[in-house]
């Protein structure tokens, strides 16, 4: 006896349709919010400009340390009354630093919602920051940091960060610090990092059933007690590449594999090639089909993944490419890389290559916004990058409407396999050689 199955086929594509959006301004703030008609879960989240940007020199991590402090007690609560507080209303507080925003969030029955965004407030706006706390909140961070650091990979993206950014730019330095920034924290650090930052208005992302919400009831709960003007955001960076390809050296003594990174500096998110780009990526190496996998991968079995990506903020972005590869093939992995990143800058994609990265991108951004959380980290990419309200709506056409052209001349314009900084980390003593025979780039000594 035996089971024949037939796969089924794929069904109709149905046609995507992001929400409506709606912006009140309140109180100082703005709300700005999606409308999703019988959703029973909504988010909010506070946006506010503290993002990593706002840090000072040697006290990377401030901003990190203090969202994670916020669930630690505000000044009317201590933190068994806060939580069960949120606990009551089934909701959780979720905090987030990127180099842009700081993010306070809740997702909740949207029955309740007022009731959270008060809460969420409360914790933002008023957090209790007791020195024991916050000196507690830092030493652990930094001993998470300091067993992060000692697995391979963090000092290597360090170094990549720095020759692209310069050690003297906060864009230079590790997001969440590093283990000495974050241990130089003190409790007048954060204090100060909350007075200047987190008091200001910002934004208050809202997505759920609109018809059960009053906005103006939303903001003025969020932005209560708010003070400040908005900062208009700096201009972006630019794209300076570098005139020569270089390889620096993390030593590793001991290690049996490379870690690899590769990078060049890229434009900012609101570039307008950034479908394109994101298409190059992934024809390049985003994708488990990508020519970067299939030949460092599959055909010379050098590593189990490899991936390649344009990491894009408000005033920059980054081309990179990481990996891990077998000590004894440190040197032709690169080689084979940069040779896939040649040749995608100078022969562009096909036809092929590209229908797969076009529906499956089509089809991630399907399914990745189908939640309220989802909804308000896009409504969060609109408003830091200044993007159009129409943009999610369009988004997937303008993907699935991509063409080959369009990809290949975004790849001639924003690949650099000459201007790369190449990071290796692995045992220096048995791979400096072989770096420097093999013609990839003057080999340095990185210095973090």
């Known amino acids: 006896m035996s089971l024949v199955a037939t796969r089924p086929g794929p069904g109709d594509s149905r046609p995507y349709t992001f929400p409506d959006i709606q912006r009140v301004s309140v109180a100082g703030g703005e709300v700005v919010a999606a409308h999703m008609p019988g959703q029973l879960l909504a988010t909010a989240a506070l946006l506010l400009d ?21 669930e630690e007690g505000t000044t009317t609560r201590d933190s068994a009354a806060y939580a069960l507080a949120l606990e009551g209303l089934g909701a959780e507080l979720s905090t987030s630093v990127d180099w842009d925003s700081f993010r306070v969030g809740v997702s909740v029955p949207v029955a309740l919602l007022p009731r959270a965004v008060t809460l969420l407030a409360e914790a933002a706006r008023t957090p209790r920051l007791d020195p024991a706390d916050v000196a507690r909140v830092r030493d652990d961070e930094v001993t ?80 209560a007690g708010a003070t400040g003007e908005p900062i208009a955001p700096a201009g972006p960076l630019g794209v300076p590449i570098a005139a020569g390809r270089r390889v620096l050296l993390v030593d590793r003594p001991g290690s ?148 080959v052209a369009e990809v290949s001349a975004a790849a001639a314009k924003h690949l650099h396999p000459d201007g790369l900084t190449v990071v290796v980390e692995g045992d220096a003593a048995v791979i400096r050689d072989e770096l420097v025979a093999g013609g990839l780039g003057e080999v340095v000594d990185a210095e973090v």
């Open 144 to 223: 998470a940091l300091r067993m992060d650091w000692a697995q391979p990979g963090p000092r290597a993206d360090a170094a990549l960060r720095m020759d692209l950014f310069g050690a003297a730019e906060r864009y230079g330095r590790p997001l969440h610090g590093d283990p000495t920034s974050v241990a130089a924290v003190t409790v007048e650090d954060v204090t100060a990092f909350h007075e200047s930052w987190l008091k200001r208005p910002g934004v208050l992302l809202v997505a759920g059933d609109l018809d059960q919400l009053d906005l103006a009831e939303l903001g003025a709960a969020a932005f």
């Open 256 to 403: 049996v594999q490379s870690t690899l990174r590769l990078g060049h500096r890229a434009p900012e998110r609101a570039n307008p090639d950034y479908v394109a780009m994101t298409l190059v990526a992934t024809v390049l190496g985003g994708a488990f089909t990508s020519r970067l996998n299939h030949l460092i991968r599959e055909v010379k079995g050098y590593t189990y993944g490899i991936r390649s990506d344009f990491a894009m903020t408000r005033r920059f972005g980054r081309f990179g490419i990481s990996t891990s590869v077998q000590t004894a093939v440190t040197a032709p992995a690169l080689t084979d890389t940069i040779g896939e990143v040649t040749r995608t800058r100078l022969d562009g994609v096909t036809e092929e290559e590209l229908e797969v990265a076009r529906t499956w991108r089509a089809g991630q951004l399907t399914v990745d916004m189908q939640t309220s959380g989802s909804i308000a980290g896009a409504l969060a990419t609109l408003v830091v990058h200044g993007l159009p309200d129409d943009y999610y709506a369009t988004l997937r056409r303008s993907l699935l409407d991509a063409t």
């Open 50 to 70: 503290a993002g990593g940007a706002r840090e000072s020199a040697g006290r990377e991590g401030t901003a990190t340390v203090l969202a994670k402090c916020l």
